[in-house]
């Protein structure tokens, strides 16, 4: 043990990262530290910044003649990135993260051993080219470690990131929004996410404090892709599209001229699968009821909106690019109009009912 020489620098990214405690669980951890006259656990440092303990060490500014211990990392990180994947690593240990805690966490580890890794910041369907170092570890392997580590999907790794990259690109224009919605004040949902990270630059502030106002002031959350709907949703995709190119069938390829990344070859493999999977549905080898018809429906259109979502996630220009999101837009008026079209003859059965009565 030693005595307090407040020697730490306090690294505002590092810190950022770690859930922030209650006024009460504040108080009760002072309390605890005062009972036992010492700090228990030590300070973690990368050199002379502060890793983890950031409320002890305030606690320890406060009462200078308490002793502690401190513990460095830098023999095993190296850089900032090595630093950030250890911080959320450790806090993902902890039990009482909420989803949206655990969620950022793993988006912001998985970001940090990407880059670490070569610097690629490709998908889990990115192949890393020309690498010259055998036991590199791919992107895919990270992925699907990092996802067995939390007990969650792979896919859901990759909705992680761009989930705490929105949640960053928040805080940025609406200093504060972090915390509010890693503790769960504030709800964003997946589509919400997904219509900030396409806005442009000069609206964000409008568009994220209107966003704000609009939650604090009652504004309904969007139930449709909580953190746990979508976590179950993946895992019943991944199941029964186990493979990478079935996950990735397209039934319309409105951008063949700004996809150079899918070939002809594999379009007519995509194609084929198409048909393969159509045939399949038509022979049953059992008849069908009209709950279990019912149970295709729902899940077709969870798989939908799973596949879409996917999709803006990998490529996010389909977002950002004008052009682009207009021809998305546009290979989705079919479903659009279907709809429509189910509805307009719901609202023609519902006045034949009313009127026979």
Known sequence: ???????????????SQIPALTDEEFQQLEENILSEGEVLS??????????????RYKILQQHPEIPYTTRSISCTCETREDVLAWICKHQLGRRNLTPEQKKFLIGKQYHSEKSTRGGNHGN????????????????????????????VS????????QFM?????????????????????????????????????EALPTVVSTW??????????????TYENLELLSKVTERNFSSAATSKIQT?????????????????????????????????DHVADAEGMFSEINSASDSFIFRLEQCFALYPDFLTNVEIEAKVIAALQKAESYIV????????????????Q
């Open 212 to 225: 704000r106002e609009e939650k604090l002031n009652g504004k309904p959350d969007d139930s449709a892709d």
């Open 165 to 201: 990259k929105t949640v960053e690109l928040m805080e940025k224009y609406c200093p504060g929004i972090q915390e509010e919605i890693l503790s769960g004040k504030l709800k964003l949902s997946q589509r919400e996410a997904t219509i900030i990270r396409g806005t442009p630059t």
């Open 1 to 15: 043990m030693k005595k307090n020489k407040f020697e730490f620098i306090i690294d505002s990214e590092f810190q």
């Open 124 to 151: 889990q369907y990115t192949q890393v080219a020309n690498c010259q170092i055998d036991n590199l570890p791919s992107v895919e392997n990270t992925t699907e470690r990092i996802a067995k580590e939390n007990n």
């Open 252 to 284: 319309a390829d409105p951008l063949s001229e700004n996809r150079p990344f899918i070939s002809s070859g594999k379009r007519s493999t995509e194609l084929q699968t198409i048909r393969e999977l159509g045939e399949k549905m038509a022979t049953v």
């Open 341 to 356: 079209h189910l509805k307009e003859q719901h609202r023609q059965h519902l006045l034949k009912t009313t009127n026979s």
């Open 42 to 55: 030590p300070l973690i440092v990368w050199g002379n910044i502060l890793v983890d303990g950031h409320n």
């Open 154 to 161: 792979p896919s859901f790794v990759i909705r992680a990131e």
